[in-house]
């Protein structure tokens, strides 16, 4: 098993069927012999098993854990090895200190910089890079994509400042009794200050809550704290990773134990439940995960999904896909209140943390499924799979991209995630001009709040009119003597020729006229493609997505598509296929497909059949739109513009098929019976302002 030659084993035994090692090589990380422990649970020939790192607190050494940490079972079990390395650098020639919570046994997992710990105490280096080269080089079994991360104390804040600088390497990261915040902390201050010097800027990169603060996300965390730890209110303070956590919309499940001090009774009680949870996110043994329901898109669709299937009493299994860190969250405030900074990311969450977890719905946040086996009934996340007996594919869309020259440079942003936009915001201080490409809904929406912040924008339409995809020439003219009133400049009927830049950075935009507007930040808002790769590569029909029936299934068995990514005929487009990228959308088609699973070979529920609405806020201007004006043949203005209240009803053969109402709210609630009900009524009377709507039903 062993075939790095300078690893020297120092003892070896056997436990629950699995092999538990300890070795010593020479690091070049601290300039000393290190010692470290590694158990290997029973296995296959040729299989490939996760590693779960466990760090040990101060005072501590690899052995503390290995003799008194009770992970074996667990470990065995569930296929996870388990690596202990030592605390700090050890020999007669590394410097120390009297006090038990410096020097040996208290490295702090950093690389101090600071005389003269600087020569030896680099156990940041030595974590993050050397030990996982040794364990890869001697331990073949070792599977080094699949990483989980876990510690005590010192050795729990040194998971969580590793895990969460390095969210693609851990896929999983847990903690007993963390030190949370060195910065706010006895221990901690005394530590930073001594291997780092008095810079607390430094320090940040080693406190796990101000790492969260300058943007590390992770999908999840597990954090057990005795409630009658000694340390508990004056060095761990898990009160301060709670409130980080809420803030970043991080999944953080705090256990308080009541009764449980700072010891190893402590740890050993609940290092099984650690194992086991990080064996659910790693995949762990060779074996299979599986659930009976996987959705994959961690957006409005798939979270609605799973909200869905609770509410219909459905007991299984559930796990939720997204390629993104953050728990499920509203998008449309990205482009309007979050991105003027008047919405912070907590209040765009569909649902807190707590909710997934008190309703036993798995997030596999932050990773993206490449592959879809429908005979297997697998999906494939890189080299694993994972099992489901329904599968809700929600992928939404991503941004569709500029293919000019120079669409790479820096400063040049679609609007479709969280980090899309944050990425916006941290430019924003050091950008005058702003160039939107299109004029849709989102490059408006963006074009508003970034005009309000007081940046010179110039949006360029490549149509005759903003708009003209989606709504009537009367709105579209209104929308843009709007934004011209506030100092845009909208252009129509232009082409991208280029985008133009110095370095690195993007300067401007060329027009196919060679004319070029200069440009801080550009930001592209042209639509989407759906992301059904997968789908459609595992046989399923589609082309514009993923073609649906009318609950939502694919042409796969057991396989259902909702929201942006599914092509379905819609009752209000007059039975045309669509895809239709809104809220309503997604949450609606999600309940239909939740519906179908759960009622099974029993009654079919009802197909899919809700009106669609969408609305739009730009500066004081709230637009809500209700039903699909496609093919409309005739438009009645009610209202007058220049009020800036007024609706636009579309009709298609005489009958009521939409309206777009802005800032008249009355109308857009009153016509949703119009369009239901397919109305035909007197022009005349749709245009009266004094005509009350539900009336003319």
Not at 328 to 338: A, C, F, N, V
């Amino acid at each position: 098993m062993i075939s790095e030659k300078s690893l020297d084993l120092v003892e070896s035994h056997q436990a629950y069927g699995g092999t538990q090692g300890v070795y010593r090589h020479s690091s070049r990380s601290t300039g000393t012999d290190m010692i470290f422990s590694v158990f290997v649970p029973p296995h296959e020939d040729g299989a490939t098993l996760p590693v779960l790192w466990y760090l040990s607190g101060l005072t501590c050494t690899h052995a503390n854990v290995t003799d008194k940490g009770d992970y074996r079972r667990a470990c065995a079990e569930n296929g996870v090895i388990f690596v202990a390395p030592d605390t700090s650098p050890r020999g007669d020639d590394v410097p120390d200190d009297d006090a038990y919570d410096f020097g040996k046994g208290a490295g702090f997992y950093v690389d101090a910089t600071e005389a003269p710990w600087a020569t030896n105490f680099r156990m940041r280096s030595y974590v993050e890079q050397e030990l996982p080269e040794v364990i890869a080089a001697a331990f073949p079994v070792a599977d080094m994509t699949r990483h989980g991360i876990t510690g005590h104390s010192m050795g729990g804040h040194g998971a969580l400042t590793i895990g969460l600088r390095n969210p693609d390497r851990f896929r999983s990261i847990s903690a007993f009794a963390p030190i949370v915040s060195p910065l706010n902390c006895a221990w901690g201050e005394k530590a930073l200050t001594g291997y780092l010097g008095a810079d607390r800027y430094a320090w940040r990169a080693y406190d796990a809550c101000a790492l969260i603060e300058d943007g590390a996300r992770v999908a999840a965390l597990l954090v057990d704290q005795g409630d009658a730890d000694q340390f508990l209110s004056e060095q761990l303070k898990p009160e301060l990773l709670k409130a980080a956590c809420d803030t970043a919309g991080i999944d953080l499940t705090l256990r308080m134990q009541p009764g449980y001090d700072h010891s190893y009774y402590f740890i050993s009680t609940f290092m099984a439940d650690h194992v086991k949870w990080h064996a659910e996110r790693l995949g762990s043994g060779g074996q299979m995960n599986r659930y009976d329901v996987v959705i994959v898109g961690a957006g409005h669709a798939g979270a609605q999904a799973a909200i869905a299937l609770r509410q219909a009493k459905f007991t299984g299994s559930i796990a939720v896909i997204g390629d993104e860190p953050d728990l499920p969250y509203e998008r449309p405030p990205l482009s309007k209140d979050y991105l003027a900074g008047e919405k912070p990311f907590e209040r765009l969450l569909i649902r807190p943390a707590a909710f997934w977890t008190e309703r036993d719905v798995v997030m596999l946040l932050g990773q993206r499924v490449t592959a879809v086996d429908a005979e297997a009934h697998t999906v494939s996340i890189g080299a694993d799979a994972i099992g489901y007996g329904h599968l809700i594919w929600a992928g939404g869309g991503s941004p569709r991209r500029l293919t000019c020259d120079g669409h790479h440079y820096s400063g040049v942003h679609s609007v479709r995630t969280r980090a899309d936009v944050d990425a916006m915001m941290g430019e924003l201080a050091a950008t005058r001009q702003v160039v939107v490409i299109g004029g849709g809904y989102i490059g408006l929406e963006a074009a508003a709040v970034l005009t309000k912040l007081g940046k010179h924008v110039t949006v360029l339409e490549a149509q005759d009119r903003v708009l003209a995809r989606v709504a009537g020439e009367p709105l579209s003219r209104f929308y843009e003597a709007e934004h011209r009133a506030h100092g845009v400049d909208v252009r129509l009927g232009v082409m991208v020729a280029a985008i133009e830049g110095e370095g690195e950075r993007v300067t401007g935009v060329r027009l196919i006229d060679d004319e070029i507007v200069p440009a801080d930040m550009v930001i592209v808002g042209i639509g989407i493609v759906p992301e059904v790769a997968a789908l459609i590569a595992a046989g399923a029909e589609g082309g514009n997505g993923v073609n649906v029936d009318r609950h939502c299934r694919t042409s796969l068995p057991d396989v259902f598509a909702v929201g942006d990514c599914a092509f379905h005929a819609n009752d209000f487009a007059d039975g045309a296929p669509i895809r239709l990228e809104s809220v309503q959308n997604a949450n609606d088609q999600a309940t239909c497909a939740a519906k179908m699973i759960v009622a099974g070979d029993t009654d079919e529920p009802q197909p899919y059949h809700a009106v669609p609405w969408f609305w739009s806020n730009q500066y004081d201007l709230k637009l809500q739109t209700v039903g699909l004006s496609i093919g409309y043949d005739q438009t009645v203005l009610r209202g007058d513009p220049a009020q800036r209240s007024f609706s636009l009803v579309y009709l298609r053969g005489g009958h009521v098929i939409a309206l777009d109402c802005v800032n008249a709210t009355r109308d857009y609630v009153q016509g949703r019976s119009l369009v239901l009900a397919g109305s035909s009524p007197d022009p005349a009377r749709l245009a009266d302002t004094n005509e009350v709507l539900k009336e003319l039903v």
